[in-house]
């Protein structure tokens, strides 16, 4: 039903004297699906025949599509972009792991957008954007969550979850697990409009994918490849290409739940990527891929559905970008925001709504780190080390037109200073501790991702967000957390281990520093062997850490007080070789 649809019953009821619809109850839905290192090219309606994707094939046909829609470089950033409408540096966003993904808490996010204007708000998929309360989804407008909060995960099977803070254990594949969730949520929303925010996690390593789609492309010819192809591995891209297709498969489970349950026309949808491809593959020979600057690095695929309100079949040239959702969104959707900060974003809605719209052209900055600072206009992109490139005759950035047109290379470049003094310029640069005991949830994790390694110590994999501490062979080694406790208060406190029979007997010991009075408790550790799993479920080599199945021990309860600023795991009794792997710490807030 469009608004012009409704506007006539409106009146009709009005009429009649029967009672109307309040204008809360048609406003749309929304329903957001953002994938993890796909590709622009990792789509058959994008051109590459080297898989099939009809359900979001279709779902762009249905819809209107942006040509050059621009993302971050990596994950975390586009994900705090897409959640504030202003550019990544703002929101206190400087990695991917440790910390640095956090948002900054004085960011008004669009599920608080959405949750104030009375939607009822879920997420459903990887955040990326900060674990303990109040950086926790919940915390930042999301009624309902159900995933993870890290940067990538380390088993996509049955997985350790997180659902409202709570850890749980997955069903499944992880995809689709969240998208069983994210379906049930929509069939719960009833009346109520709903925010529906999938975050899937890949095509993302590690490469795990069922067989339904893996067998399609095993053994598969790969007949388009990757512009500089001896850079290519061509298993990694059969199993991106087999992941992106289980992808299409819940996309259109999510399509048909709309239709099922009659909603699909009162629905805004949303397809997009948060940076480039994770591999050398085929992307239309654009140059650049996840964790750079140039084209192919953060050039997303875009589509947005909303029958009868947005045109079928568009495809519209001028650039875009994932600041530009939440105004685009709140604008069409009739709802204010109460934020005051300036956005860097623009509503895209008269490009969506409007047959010839005033638009002047643009310029959108593209930036992580060492790769340099970015700056596309509707033409040219001034690459991150000073290099012109004409997209329109050039997409490849192949040569460098910089000395034929000083005054666009002087424009792009006073961006690119722009950007330096009034973007990165709001970096703090003092560390954040990690927040315990927070009002806003009774649970806190610390994740040994989060943690620092004392002695012999050693992180399983150089990506750190799914890693574990293993080699803890003498008492003088430590796990520890730079925190800051909210609230004094009784915890309990549990960890997630392993531990061999032979090395039986361990004790841990977890105490809390930093205040006049040091509390701590002490337990022998229940043995609790586990084998590595998920790597009988790859289909590529991974750089990330495997997993375990991890024991659950409660080390008992322990005062923290709020002037305490570090919180220490020892091993005061190590009876075998070694004490013990360590996961996760668990802290759950009793009392005052």
């Not at 459903?124 to 009624?143: E, I, L």
């Not at 949520?185 to 996690?201: A, D, M």
């Not at 084998?531 to 991890?550: K, M, T, V």
């Amino acid at each position: 039903m469009n608004r012009l649809t409704q506007f006539r019953l409106l009146i009709m009821l009005s009429i009649s004297g029967l009672p109307s619809c309040t204008a809360e109850a048609t406003r749309p839905n929304v329903l957001i699906v953002l994938t993890d290192d796909q590709g622009w090219g990792d789509l058959s309606i994008h051109g590459n025949g080297n898989l099939e994707t009809p359900n979001i094939d279709q779902l762009a046909e249905e819809g209107t599509r942006f040509d050059r829609f621009f993302v971050c470089p990596v994950c975390s950033p586009t994900r705090a972009e897409f959640l504030t409408g202003r550019y990544y540096p703002r929101g206190g966003v400087k990695g991917v792991t440790i910390g640095q993904e956090r948002l900054d808490l004085d960011e008004q996010t669009i599920g608080d957008v959405f949750r104030e204007a009375g939607y009822r708000t879920g997420a459903f998929g990887k955040w990326h954007n900060g674990t303990q309360y109040p950086y926790h989804p919940n915390a930042r407008g999301f009624d309902e969550y159900y995933g993870f909060c890290s940067g990538h995960w380390g088993n996509y099977w049955d997985p350790m979850l997180d659902h409202n803070g709570e850890i749980v254990k997955g069903k499944g594949f992880i995809i689709d697990d969240l998208t069983d969730h994210a379906i049930d949520f929509i069939k719960q929303s009833g009346s109520e409009p709903f925010f529906c925010y999938v975050p899937y996690n890949t095509p993302h390593a590690p490469m795990q994918v069922p067989d339904r789609w893996w067998d399609r492309h095993k053994m598969g010819e790969i007949k388009q490849r990757h512009r500089d192809p001896q850079k290519e591995k061509l298993n990694h891209t059969r199993a991106a290409l087999a992941m992106c297709e289980n992808i299409d498969w819940n996309v259109g489970r999510l399509l048909k739940t709309l239709d099922e349950q009659q909603i699909a026309d009162n629905t805004i949808v949303i397809y997009f990527s948060d940076n480039g491809p994770n591999g050398f593959r085929w992307n239309d020979g654009m140059k650049g891929r996840k964790g750079t600057t140039d084209e192919g690095g953060v050039r997303s695929p875009f589509f947005i559905r909303w029958p009868g309100e947005i045109k079928a079949g568009r495809v519209i040239p001028q650039i875009a970008g994932g600041i530009d959702l939440l105004p685009t969104l709140t604008e069409l959707a009739g709802i204010e925001r109460s934020g005051t900060k300036p956005l860097d974003g623009k509503s895209l809605k008269p490009l969506l709504m409007e047959s010839n719209p005033e638009w002047p052209d643009r310029m959108i900055v593209s930036h992580w780190g060492r790769r340099g600072i970015s700056v596309r206009n509707q033409k040219y992109r001034l690459d991150g080390t000073g290099h012109l490139f004409d997209m329109t005759t050039d997409p490849g950035q192949r040569t460098d037109v910089a000395a034929n047109h000083p005054e666009v290379t002087k424009a792009l470049k006073a961006e690119v200073t722009r950007y330096k003094q009034t973007v990165l310029s709001e970096y703090e640069e003092e560390n954040r501790p990690f927040i315990v005991g927070h009002k806003s949830g009774t649970v806190t994790q610390l994740p040994i991702r989060d943690a620092v390694a004392v002695g012999n110590l050693k992180r399983t994999a150089r990506p750190a967000n799914s890693s574990w501490f293993t080699n803890w062979i003498s008492t003088d080694d430590a796990v520890t957390w730079e925190v800051e406790v909210s609230e004094s208060a009784q915890y309990s406190a549990e960890l997630f281990y392993t531990c061999k029979q032979k090395n039986a007997g361990v004790v841990i010991r977890l105490e809390g520093l930093g205040s006049s009075e040091t509390t701590a408790i002490e337990q022998e550790l229940p043995v609790h062997e586990s084998e590595i799993i998920g790597a009988e479920q790859d289909r590529d080599l991974r750089p990330e850490a495997y997993e375990q199945n991890w024991g659950r021990v409660t080390l008992g309860t322990i005062k923290l007080d709020k002037k305490m600023t570090q919180l220490k795991l020892t091993a005061p009794k190590i009876p075998g070789q070694e004490a013990i792997d360590v996961r996760l710490l668990l802290l759950r807030r009793l009392s005052e």
